[in-house]
C-alpha cells in the first residue's frame, strides 16, 4: 500500500467488461449456471521465489468484449454529475516516512499471502471466475438517460421511481470474491407522467471512498476472504494497517449492497454489518451519497438490510446482531418521525446469522436458526460461517413494544433455516403467529461449498404459543414445486393475513427466470417467466391504489436481462392477470442484483 507508484485506479476494470456471446461451459460453472468464458484466471499462476508487493500483483480476472456497445458519455452528461460525487480517482495519500515504510511492509507481506493464496484452487463460494461471472459481472456508473424507448404503455398510477440495490465491486478482486462482497450499486428508473429515465451510481461508503484514494482494495471481504489462516492474516494485516493510520475502520466496513427503504423522507441503503448509508434522489433522477446515517447518533451499532415498516403505525422495526461479542443480538424500532427506542438486548447463546425478521400486528417474530458464527472455525483452516446441526432453530415472538426480553416466547422450529421472511401475522383463535418464509436447505449453502443441490421450499410455519409447539408445511404441491427465494407480500398489509406472495422463481440457482404469485392458503400458483435465456431478480409488488380492496390490484416491477443480446429492461406486469403492461429498454446492462423499493413521487417531494 505504497504510495508511488498507485496501481490502476477506479474501478475501470468494469468499464471493459464484455458481455460473453455464445460460450460453451465447464462443469464449475455450468453448476451455477454461469457461462465457463465470460472470465479466466490468468495464467501465469506459478508460485515463484521473489516476494511480490500486492499492490502489483495482478487481477484474478479478464473479461472479454462484449457483442453491444457500451453508452459514451459525453462530457455534458458528466458535467450534470452530482456535484458530491467524486471521481473513482486514486489520490496519493498524505504518509509521512514511517507510514510510508509500514505501507511498504505490509504491501509486501500481503503480496506473498496473495501468492500463496493462488497456489491452490478456490471454492465457487469464493471463486471470481464463478461469483462475478455473466451478468453477475459489474457495471461502471451511469449518469442520467431521459426519454428511455418504452414498449407497451406504463400505467397512470405509476409515477415515482423503482430502485433496486446490488453487488457492484469497485475494483477487480485479487484473491476470494463471494458475491455478496462487492460494492453497493443503486440502479434508479424514474416514472413521470408515461416516460422513463435511468440512472445507477455507486453508494460512497466508507470503504470505497478509502479504496478510492488508495486505487485498490483493501478492506477484507467479509465472505470471500476471510477463511481459515489466510482469513486471520487478512484480517491481520487491516488492523495493522489501522494502527499505523493507513486506513481508518472507525467509521464502518459495510458495503450497503443489500436492502433499501424510504423511511421519514430519506432512501437509505443498507447491509447488515454497518450503519445504513442515506442517498438522495435528485430532481433529475440522480442518485448522490449523503453519507452514513445514525439517526442523528441514536443508532451506535450495525441495522440488518431488512427492517421493517408497520403499514398502520408507519413505525420502522429493526434488528442488529454482532458477531463477536454479547449481546449477539438487540432489537429496536423508530417513530415515523425517527425517534430511537431504547435497545432491547436478546440473550442468545451463539451468534447467529440472522439476515431477515418478521413482524405482526403486535410481535416481533425472531429466527434463531443453525447457522452460526463461530471465528475459532478460522483457526482450524474453516468457514467463519457454519451450519451448526448440534443447534434447534427457534424463532422467538417478542412485544414490539417490549423494553426488556424477559416476555420472550421461543418456539422450537426443527431443522428451520430462512434466509428471508416474507410475512407473518396473529390468528388469535388458536394463539399461534403463523410465518411464511422460504426454507432453504442445506443452510449453509450459499456460503460455503456442498455437493447436495440448493431447494428453497416456500413453507407456512405455525408456531403456538400456549403449547410452545410448531408445525411446518409446504406451500405449494409437489408438482408445481419450485425454488422460490426473494420477494414480498403487499407492504400495505405487511404483519396482517394476505393471501399472496410475489416471489422469484430462482432456477437455474442462482439465476431467476420468472416470479410465481402464490396462494398462500390453497398452494395455487401463478407463474411468469421472462423467456429464453432472460433472467431477472427480486420482483416488486406496487398497490395500484393504497386504498384498494383487493390485496393484487397493483403491478410487479423486476429488471429483466437477455443473455443472448446483453440488452436489459425494466419490466412492469399487472399482478391481477399477469400480462406485460409495459417494458422499458434500459441503456445499458443492469447486473442481476438484491433488494428493491419503489418511492412515490408524493413521497419524494417531502425527501430530506
Not at 389 to 414: H, M, T
Not at 512 to 523: I, P
Not at 568 to 588: D, M, R
Request: glycine share 6%.
Amino acid at each position: 500500500m505504497a504510495a508511488p507508484p498507485l496501481a490502476p485506479n477506479s474501478g475501470s476494470w468494469v468499464k471493459t467488461y464484455q458481455m460473453p456471446h455464445n460460450l460453451s461451459s465447464s462443469s464449475s460453472l455450468q453448476y451455477m449456471g454461469f457461462p465457463s468464458k465470460s472470465i479466466f484466471l490468468k495464467k501465469n499462476m506459478k508460485p515463484n521465489n521473489h516476494t511480490r508487493c500486492a499492490l502489483h500483483s495482478p487481477s484474478v480476472l479478464h473479461f472479454p468484449k462484449q457483442p453491444y456497445p457500451q453508452p459514451v458519455i459525453t462530457r455534458e452528461e458528466n458535467s450534470s454529475k452530482p456535484k458530491n460525487k467524486k471521481n473513482h480517482q486514486a489520490q496519493p495519500p498524505h504518509w509521512n516516512l514511517v507510514q510510508r515504510a509500514a505501507a511498504m511492509a505490509l504491501d509486501m507481506v500481503e503480496g506473498a499471502l496473495v501468492s500463496r493464496e493462488r497456489q491452490y484452487p478456490l471454492p465457487k463460494t469464493s471463486d471470481p471466475r464463478v461469483q462475478i461471472a455473466g451478468n453477475f459481472a459489474p457495471v461502471p456508473e451511469q449518469p442520467v438517460r431521459h426519454q428511455l424507448p418504452i414498449t407497451g404503455a406504463i400505467p397512470n398510477c405509476i409515477n415515482g421511481v423503482y430502485l433496486r440495490n446490488g453487488a457492484n465491486p469497485l475494483f477487480e478482486p485479487v484473491a476470494g470474491h463471494h458475491f455478496f462482497d462487492g460494492d453497493g450499486m443503486v440502479h434508479a428508473v424514474t416514472i413521470n407522467d408515461g416516460s422513463a429515465s435511468y440512472a445507477c451510481r455507486f453508494t460512497e461508503t466508507q470503504r470505497l471512498i478509502q479504496e478510492q484514494e488508495l486505487g485498490r482494495p483493501v478492506f477484507p471481504k467479509a465472505i470471500g476472504e476471510l477463511h481459515g489462516h489466510s482469513g486471520i492474516a487478512r484480517l491481520a494485516l487491516f488492523y495493522a494497517r489501522g494502527l499505523f493510520g493507513l486506513v481508518d475502520h472507525n467509521h464502518g466496513t459495510g458495503v450497503a449492497n443489500a436492502g433499501l427503504v424510504y423511511f421519514n423522507g430519506r432512501l437509505l441503503a443498507m447491509s447488515e454489518d454497518d450503519l445504513p448509508y442515506q442517498v438522495r434522489i435528485t430532481p433529475a433522477g440522480d442518485l448522490e451519497t449523503v453519507g452514513r446515517y445514525s439517526f442523528d447518533e441514536q443508532l451506535r451499532s450495525s441495522m440488518i438490510a431488512h427492517p421493517k415498516i408497520d403499514p398502520i403505525s408507519g413505525e420502522l422495526f429493526a434488528l442488529s446482531y454482532d458477531v463477536v461479542q454479547k449481546p449477539y443480538l438487540k432489537y429496536f424500532k423508530f417513530s415515523p418521525n425517527g425517534t430511537k427506542s431504547p435497545d432491547v438486548e436478546i440473550p442468545l447463546p451463539v451468534p447467529t446469522m440472522m439476515h431477515d425478521f418478521a413482524i405482526t400486528e403486535n410481535f416481533v417474530v425472531i429466527p434463531d436458526q443453525q447457522v452460526v458464527f463461530n471465528l475459532q472455525e478460522m483457526v482450524s483452516g474453516g468457514s467463519p460461517v457454519i451450519y451448526d446441526k448440534n443447534k434447534k432453530s427457534r424463532f422467538g415472538i417478542l412485544s414490539k413494544n417490549a423494553r426488556d426480553a424477559s416476555d420472550i416466547i421461543w418456539v422450537e422450529s426443527p431443522e428451520t433455516f430462512c434466509f428471508h421472511l416474507w410475512n407473518a401475522w396473529e390468528e388469535p383463535e388458536t394463539n399461534e403467529v403463523v410465518v411464511i418464509g422460504s426454507c432453504m436447505t442445506p443452510p449453509d449453502s450459499i456460503f460455503n461449498e456442498c455437493d447436495e443441490s440448493l431447494e428453497s421450499v416456500l413453507s407456512e410455519i405455525r408456531l403456538n404459543l400456549t403449547t410452545g409447539k410448531s408445525t411446518r408445511r409446504q406451500i405449494l404441491s409437489e408438482s408445481e414445486q419450485v425454488n422460490l427465494e426473494a420477494g414480498m407480500v403487499n407492504r400495505n398489509r405487511l404483519g396482517r393475513k394476505t393471501q399472496f406472495a410475489y416471489l422469484a422463481i430462482a432456477e437455474p440457482w442462482p439465476k431467476v427466470s420468472g416470479f410465481a404469485k402464490v396462494d398462500l392458503s390453497t398452494g395455487e400458483v401463478q407463474k411468469h417467466f421472462y423467456g429464453n435465456r432472460r433472467y431477472g431478480g427480486e420482483p416488486l409488488f406496487l398497490p395500484r391504489d393504497p386504498n384498494s380492496e383487493r390485496e393484487d390490484d397493483g403491478y410487479i416491477m423486476a429488471f429483466v436481462h437477455d443473455e443472448r443480446t446483453g440488452k436489459s429492461e425494466l419490466q412492469i406486469v399487472n399482478a391481477v392477470n399477469l400480462q406485460l403492461e409495459a417494458s422499458v429498454e434500459l441503456p445499458s446492462r443492469v447486473p442481476y442484483g438484491f433488494h428493491g423499493t419503489f418511492v412515490d413521487s408524493k413521497d419524494l417531494a417531502h425527501q430530506a
